[in-house]
């Protein structure tokens, strides 16, 4: 981890989301498209995990509170961390019962193996510091505690070699043009996030090998670009079901987004 390139990102970082709090759930989470990948990715976690609640579940980059809520299901006790005091605000407002906390990712404000399930959704790429990362959530996590990650952003995605980049690229061309004719939708210049990371998922399984986990599951989603039209919206689930059956098998590291379940080794099973 690169400490200056770290606290110059973090100082960007936590000035937009301080200053834009209030906005938060209208531009990340209401869009059709994402309430069902929220849907589907939550499926995804429980089928991971199986049928038996975790003790003590922590979200990582908690924002406010949409995920840690959902989590109340297949946990006793849930934990939330972010780095912004402002969208922690709205998390503890609406969710009294939950433990929110301000901290960071690279510096976890709790002691080693309290937890038994620790998820990040759609977080990482914001942190620039990702194997810093991995190994606090390794220290913080219990023996054969688990670790899931749901959706981040693929360096491999948008590479002249992947096929369905081009994909991606046609229907981006496709927009311009018919904007010439009529306009369509745009997002709202305050709406764009901070720089972000991508990630390679090679890169990504080395490092989780690295810090001591064994990898369970790690394939990535979303080969064909998400679209906002309601024919697509309608079969968008069943599209993601069969991209997980049929094309993640074959090409785990060419869809635009990644997701995995890692667990954490005992030292026996290191040796």
């Not at 908690?62 to 959902?70: E, F, I, M, N, Q």
Request: charged share 25%.
């Amino acid at each position: 981890m690169n400490e200056q390139i770290y606290e110059e990102k973090k100082k960007v970082q936590l000035e937009y989301y301080n200053s834009t709090a209030e906005k938060y759930d209208s531009w990340h989470t209401e869009t059709e498209s994402a309430k069902i990948v929220d849907t589907w990715n939550f499926s995804n976690l429980q089928k991971f995990i199986g049928s038996k609640k975790a003790e003590k579940c922590l979200d990582i980059a908690c924002g406010t509170g949409r995920l840690s809520a959902k989590l109340l299901t297949i946990a006793e006790n849930v934990y939330g961390v972010d780095l912004s005091e402002e969208v922690l605000k709205i998390a503890k407002n609406k969710y009294p019962n939950i433990n929110f906390t301000q901290g960071e990712s690279v510096a976890l404000p709790y002691q080693d193996n309290f937890f038994d399930l620790v998820v990040i959704n759609g977080s990482l790429h914001h942190f620039f510091a990702m194997e810093q990362t991995f190994r606090e959530v390794f220290r913080v996590l219990k023996p054969e505690g688990h670790f899931v990650i749901l959706g981040e952003p693929n360096a491999n995605y948008h590479k002249w070699h992947n096929p369905f980049f081009y994909s991606w690229l046609a229907v981006r061309l496709l927009i311009r043009a018919l904007n010439i004719f009529v306009p369509q939708a745009t997002v709202h210049q305050e709406m764009i996030e901070p720089d972000a990371e991508v990630f390679f998922p090679k890169k990504m399984r080395q490092s989780l090998k690295n810090v001591g986990f064994k990898i369970k599951e790690f394939y990535t989603y979303d080969y064909f670009p998400r679209l906002e039209a309601k024919w697509f919206l309608k079969i968008y689930k069943v599209y993601l079901n069969w991209e997980r059956k049929f094309l993640s098998p074959i090409l785990p590291d060419l869809g635009a987004a990644i997701q995995f379940l890692a667990v954490k080794q005992s030292k026996l099973e290191k040796k």
